[in-house]
């Protein structure tokens, strides 16, 4: 199946600062991602869809200038919580879907992060 | 987004069968989806089932679907360690857009 990269795999930041997610379509180009986000023994929350070339559509209620989405090609895009604070420690996930049958989502492996 | 709702816990003794239910709000769901999860790391699709299909079997796997009471289960035979995860169940209605995902069970198989 596809393959889908996050980097970092893992983070720990000051209050304040702000983190730069990249996610990475390695197998096919996509004009669109998905971003989630996951507390501990919970859902996937679904943040924002990326679209290559045009602005993130985010969902109600997720702040669009903290966390900036940028699809910079058809093979990344960039996730950037802007000065983070702790409540932002989560687990942030992305995923591609696939245009074909069976239209599932390849996800990647997911960003621990943590701020302090 | 939908209402997908999942008990949160099962335990079952290695060996057993496990059967993890899901069910779904949304009538005009056209795809329905079982992910893996495991510790800290992304989801991995197991298995679909289209809306218009009432059982899919896959090695160890078999979906059942009612579509009438809007109810999916997973169910995995002779269930092994290596199975603890949390399960999510996942619907859509378009092709390959937005997924709206169950709450998730965690499945701790017993030794």
């Known amino acids: 199946g596809a393959v889908v990269s996050q980097h970092p795999s893992r983070v720990i930041c000051k209050s304040g600062t702000s983190v730069k997610i990249e996610c990475r379509s390695l197998?096919?180009?996509?004009?669109?991602m998905f971003w989630y986000r996951q507390f501990p023994k919970q859902s996937l929350m679904l943040m924002a869809t990326?679209?290559?070339?045009?602005?993130?559509?985010?969902e109600q209620g997720v702040e669009k200038d903290k966390f900036l989405i940028n699809h910079a090609s058809l093979t990344l895009s960039t996730l950037t919580v802007t000065s983070a604070h702790p409540e932002d420690s989560s687990f942030y996930i992305c995923?591609?879907?696939?245009?074909?049958?069976?239209?599932?989502?390849?996800f990647g492996p997911g960003t621990r992060l943590t701020v302090t | 987004g939908e209402d997908v709702e999942q008990s949160l816990f099962l335990s079952v003794r290695e060996g057993d069968s496990s059967v993890i239910n899901c069910t779904y709000t949304?009538?005009?769901?056209?795809?329905l989806y079982w992910y893996k999860q495991e510790p800290g790391a992304g989801l991995q699709l197991l298995t679909y089932i289209f809306s218009n299909m009432d059982m899919k079997q896959d090695q160890r796997l078999t979906v059942l679907l009612n579509k009438k009471d809007k109810h999916l289960s997973l169910r995995i035979a002779d269930t092994q360690t290596g199975d603890s995860a949390i399960y999510f169940c996942?619907?859509?209605?378009?092709?390959?857009?937005?997924?709206?995902f169950g709450t998730g069970t965690s499945l701790t198989v017993i030794p």
């Open positions: 990326s679209n290559e070339g045009s602005k993130a559509t985010y």
């Open positions: 949304d009538s005009s769901s056209t795809y």
């Open positions: 197998d096919f180009q996509a004009t669109t």
């Open positions: 996942a619907e859509s209605r378009d092709t390959g857009n937005q997924f709206y």
């Open positions: 995923s591609v879907p696939k245009r074909a049958f069976p239209y599932e989502q390849y």
